[in-house]
Structures are given as C-alpha cells and as structure tokens.
C-alpha cells in the first residue's frame, strides 16, 4: 500500500511544484500588472476630477427629486385633509422639501465649480532615464498633481480665498509647467547634439546642458513657492476662523508669486 500512495505523493509534489511556478511566473506578472493598471487608474487625477463631479450631479438630482417629491405629499396631506393637524404635518413636509431643494441647489453650485476646474493636461512622455531633464520632470508632474488638489480646496464654497487670485495660480501653473517642459525638451537637444558632437566641441554642449538645467531647477523652485503658499492658504481657510488680515496677506502672497513665477521665463510667454 506504501509502495502506491508513494508515487502519487511524488506527483502531487511535482503538481504542486508546476503550480507554483505558473504562479511566479506569467500569471503573477499579469495579476501584478493588473492591480497596477488599476491603482493607475484610480489615483489619475482627471478620473478622480470626474467620479467626484458624479457623485456631485448624483447628490444634486437625489436632493431636488426628494424635494420634489415632499412638495407633492405636503401638499397632498395640506389640502385633502381638514384639521390643524393635517395642516401642521403639510406644514412640516413642506419644510423638510425646501430644506432638500436648498441642499440641490448647493450641490448645483459646486458641480458648476467643478466644471470650471482646468486640470493639468497630460503630461509628455517622461525624458530617458540617463537625461539630465529626467528628475525635474518627474519633479514637475507631481509638483502639478498637488497644486491642482490644493487649488481643488481653494475653490470650495467655504472657502473665503478671493477666486480671481486662485484661478490666477491655476493659470501661472499652467503656463510654468508647460515653460518647463519646453526647456526640458531643448535641454535633450542639447544633450544629443553631445553625444554625437566631436570631442572638441562636447565641453561647450556640456556647458548648455548645465544652463538648462539650472533654468529647469529655478522654475521648480518657483512652482515650489506657488504651492507653499497654496497650502498655507488651505491651512488657514480651515482652521476655523482664520484672521482676516493673515488671509488677505496670504491671498496678496499668492497673487505676487503667480505674478513672479512667469517672470521667470519672460521669453516663453
């Protein structure tokens, strides 16, 4: 009986053995790539900008069909019974549906918000891993992931930061991101130019590539700035009862930053 089940035992281990090398293998690669494609997905910026811009239009359509739904019963109860009472609970209904068209009528405010929001386009396709333009990059896309989500906040009805000077810093963001990208894209001209340039006349292509890259470090230590300001607006906005000349100072900030930051490429406008 030994000398039988001792064979199946050793194919079972062999089975188990192929088993766990499919799972290492093909299939693991896929399921990982799966979960990242889907982790990709769900952080995109532009896929959370649209779910909460769903769950918004839903919260709308929900408050004002409950309310017109409270309107028809109040009225109902108001007018097809006699008695205080009958008037009372019409009287009750009929607030509770004002109180629910209020709450549509909120989120239909904050929908065309969202609405108005102009998220970062997509970004290029990132420089080789060897460029020198490569870490600002990376730097830039999520410098912009995080001022998008600051001026997200800012844009809030409760917040009391002045609009025009948030959609200011959406727009200087806009333009600086997309001026550091055009020295990016010149900064690995450059260094291909090198590369294939004579020996004699790398050390001057090296020196451009080292002034571009300078000019890619100051625009981010701006855009850096923008967002540090942004944030501290966020704070205060939030802290319940911020002091009125703190916030206006911060809003005053805000705006010279926006200002200064496209000074640093006046040539790009």
């Given at each position: 009986?030994?000398?039988?089940?001792?064979?199946?035992?050793?194919?079972?281990?062999?089975?188990?053995?192929?088993?766990?090398?499919?799972?290492?293998?093909?299939?693991?690669?896929?399921?990982?790539?799966?979960?990242?494609?889907?982790?990709?997905?769900?952080?995109?910026?532009?896929?959370?900008?649209?779910?909460?811009?769903?769950?918004?239009?839903?919260?709308?359509?929900?408050?004002?069909?409950l309310g017109?739904?409270?309107?028809?019963?109040?009225?109902?109860?108001?007018?097809?019974?006699?008695?205080?009472?009958?008037?009372?609970?019409?009287?009750?209904?009929?607030?509770?549906?004002?109180?629910?068209?209020?709450?549509?009528?909120?989120?239909g405010g904050?929908?065309?918000?969202?609405?108005?929001?102009?998220?970062?386009?997509?970004?290029?396709?990132?420089?080789?891993?060897?460029?020198?333009?490569?870490?600002?990059?990376?730097?830039?896309?999520?410098?912009?992931?995080?001022?998008?989500?600051?001026?997200?906040?800012?844009?809030?009805?409760?917040?009391?930061?002045?609009?025009?000077?948030?959609?200011?810093?959406?727009?200087?963001?806009?333009?600086?991101?997309?001026?550091?990208?055009?020295?990016?894209?010149?900064?690995?001209?450059?260094?291909?130019?090198?590369?294939?340039?004579?020996?004699?006349?790398?050390?001057?292509?090296?020196?451009?590539?080292?002034?571009?890259?300078?000019?890619?470090?100051?625009?981010?230590?701006?855009?850096?700035?923008?967002?540090?300001?942004?944030?501290?607006?966020?704070?205060?906005?939030?802290?319940?009862?911020?002091?009125?000349?703190?916030?206006?100072?911060?809003?005053?900030r805000l705006?010279?930053?926006?200002?200064?930051?496209?000074?640093?490429?006046?040539?790009?406008?």
């Amino acid at each position: 009986m030994d000398d039988v089940d001792r064979p199946r035992r050793g194919e079972f281990a062999e089975l188990k053995q192929l088993v766990e090398r499919q799972l290492r293998g093909p299939v693991a690669d896929h399921v990982r790539d799966q979960v990242r494609s889907q982790l990709s997905r769900w952080t995109d910026p532009v896929a959370k900008h649209e779910r909460r811009k769903k769950r918004v239009a839903g919260a709308m359509w929900f408050f004002i069909f409950l309310g017109l739904l409270l309107g028809v019963v109040g009225a109902v109860i108001a007018t097809g019974t006699a008695g205080i009472e009958a008037t009372l609970a019409g009287a009750v209904v009929g607030v509770f549906a004002l109180g629910s068209f209020a709450l549509g009528i909120k989120s239909g405010g904050r929908l065309r918000q969202l609405n108005r929001v102009v998220l970062p386009s997509a970004a290029p396709a990132m420089p080789p891993a060897r460029s020198a333009a490569r870490e600002p990059m990376e730097r830039l896309g999520d410098a912009e992931r995080v001022l998008a989500d600051l001026l997200r906040q800012l844009s809030s009805p409760r917040s009391s930061v002045p609009q025009d000077s948030v959609e200011d810093a959406r727009r200087t963001g806009v333009e600086a991101a997309s001026a550091l990208r055009e020295v990016a894209g010149e900064l690995q001209a450059v260094e291909r130019a090198r590369d294939m340039a004579p020996s004699a006349d790398r050390a001057a292509l090296e020196d451009g590539v080292q002034r571009l890259r300078e000019q890619l470090d100051a625009g981010l230590e701006g855009y850096g700035t923008l967002i540090a300001a942004a944030g501290r607006l966020v704070a205060a906005s939030s802290s319940g009862g911020p002091d009125g000349h703190a916030l206006t100072d911060a809003t005053d900030r805000l705006h010279g930053l926006a200002v200064a930051l496209r000074e640093i490429f006046p040539d790009r406008r």
